[in-house]
């Protein structure tokens, strides 16, 4: 599928959302920020790989016993294996659904989707190359954390398992001597609520 194309398809999505959001009082609008911890789960022992993620979220329900919030988010995954890194970026778009606990703290869980921009594999002798042709496009995972609603602040830890492989089947496991590769992420982000009235 052609990248360009969903990433089109997910801004027209959310600018019909943001047109809607001055009629409907529910939904809040924000931005967000934290720090990746990745690796890719293989026999292969891979290290985690420090990353980033930034970008924005939808929160559908004002109730603090349940909610539904969708982000787009720059994700920057991948791992290390000996001299080399494996740099694994991409577009994600999870849909969780958010249940209150005791307080401001919340669960969340649900799906995510993830579309790849980039890859590169980036050996310290300083020969770099490209694995999109050796990667699929997209990858799903399952995300779940624990956060904490502060005001417009939301604190939040979470963990995606990567449920589909990331392989393409061209000859990456020839690399790494496996046959299954899937992304494995914790993360610990901030994020901030435009929207919120005090």
Do not use: C
């Amino acid at each position: 599928m052609n990248k360009f194309r969903i990433l089109t398809g997910i801004i027209f999505l959310f600018a019909t959302v943001i047109s809607f959001q001055g009629k409907a009082q529910d939904i809040g609008i924000g931005v967000k920020g934290g720090m990746n911890f990745a690796t890719i789960e293989s026999s292969t022992s891979f290290d985690n790989r420090t990353g980033y993620q930034v970008g924005a979220f939808f929160r559908f329900g004002n109730s603090s016993r349940l909610a539904v919030q969708t982000e787009v988010l720059y994700n920057t995954k991948g791992a290390e294996f000996q001299n080399e890194e494996i740099k694994l970026d991409y577009l994600s778009v999870p849909v969780l659904v958010k249940f209150g606990v005791v307080g401001p703290l919340y669960i969340e869980a649900g799906p995510q989707i993830s579309f790849l921009t980039n890859s590169v594999r980036e050996i310290e002798s300083g020969n770099n190359e490209s694995l999109d042709n050796f990667l699929k496009s997209s990858e799903w995972a399952l995300v779940a954390g624990l956060g904490a609603d502060i005001g417009r602040f939301q604190l939040s830890a979470r963990y995606d398992w990567g449920i589909s492989e990331i392989q393409d089947g061209l000859h990456f496991e020839d690399l790494y001597a496996d046959d299954s590769f899937k992304n494995s992420t914790f993360t610990l982000s901030l994020g901030f609520q435009l929207n919120k009235r005090p």
